[in-house]
């Protein structure tokens, strides 16, 4: 199946700090999601993008649909301890098959 | 509350044996999917299905069998053909139309010993 390229694949960093994560594809998404997964969990739905250029913001997190629509990335701005977890971006292509095609992750560490 | 409801959440089996997880959502929505995860990897689509008594294969479906009989339920079975079972399946679904927000249960463990 296709593949989206996450990276990093784990961050360790200190509270406080902002973070940055990203996603890329040789081939074209008309969506791209990011979720976030607590350990044992479903993951959960951060951020949805529809349009090339788009930079959508909730809360501390702001992600971009790349302008080539071939990536994207998420920003997490003043992390706190809560914000442990795996993100993962998906990204959904136009064809017919409205399943989405999800990243390897990003684990990410915040200590206090 | 509305959501989807993953069962059972932790499950042993031994070699040979099929063995079926189910998936029941109360979200009204049409498309059921299911995921699956190993450690370090993303997830990987099993099946999907858009609409009642129709489902698809996604990328890694050999080795398991779905079913829709019923707009809320989309059980798995993991079948004794799959030669690596031991994984975190998780369960999804979304309302129709182009948006791929997709909605996630909280996860099966599976263990075969």
């Known amino acids: 199946g296709q593949q989206l390229n996450q990276s990093p694949q784990s961050m360790f960093i200190q509270e406080g700090e902002d973070v940055s994560m990203n996603c890329t594809s040789s081939?074209?998404?008309?969506?791209w999601l990011w979720y976030k997964q607590d350990p044992g969990e479903g993951p959960v739905l951060l951020i949805a993008?529809?349009?090339?250029?788009e930079l959508t913001s909730n809360g501390r997190l702001t992600a971009q649909f790349g302008i080539t629509r071939k990536d994207s990335f998420l920003n997490i701005s003043a992390s706190i301890p809560s914000d442990v977890g795996i993100y993962f971006c998906?990204?959904?292509?136009?064809?017919?098959?409205?399943?989405?095609?999800f990243g390897s992750g990003t684990r990410l560490q915040v200590q206090p | 509350d509305g959501g989807i409801t993953q069962s059972p959440k932790y499950l042993f089996r031994k070699e040979g044996q099929n063995v079926t997880l189910s998936c029941e959502q109360n979200?009204?929505?049409?498309?059921m999917y299911w995921y699956r995860q190993d450690p370090g990897q993303g997830l990987r689509l099993i099946y999907y299905?858009?609409?009642?008594?129709?489902?698809q294969k996604g990328d890694i479906a050999e080795g398991y069998s779905v079913s829709r009989e019923k707009k809320e339920s989309f059980p798995l079975t993991v079948t004794s053909a799959q030669k690596n079972p031991t994984a975190f399946y998780l369960c999804?679904?979304?309302?129709?139309?182009?948006?791929?927000?997709?909605?996630f249960g909280e996860g099966s463990r599976l263990t075969v010993l």
């Open positions: 999804a679904s979304s309302m129709k139309g182009p948006a791929g927000e997709l909605f």
């Open positions: 081939s074209i998404f008309n969506t």
């Open positions: 993008l529809y349009k090339a250029g």
């Open positions: 998906a990204g959904q292509k136009d064809t017919g098959r409205r399943a989405l095609t």
């Open positions: 979200l009204n929505h049409d498309a």
């Open positions: 299905s858009q609409i009642v008594n129709d489902f």
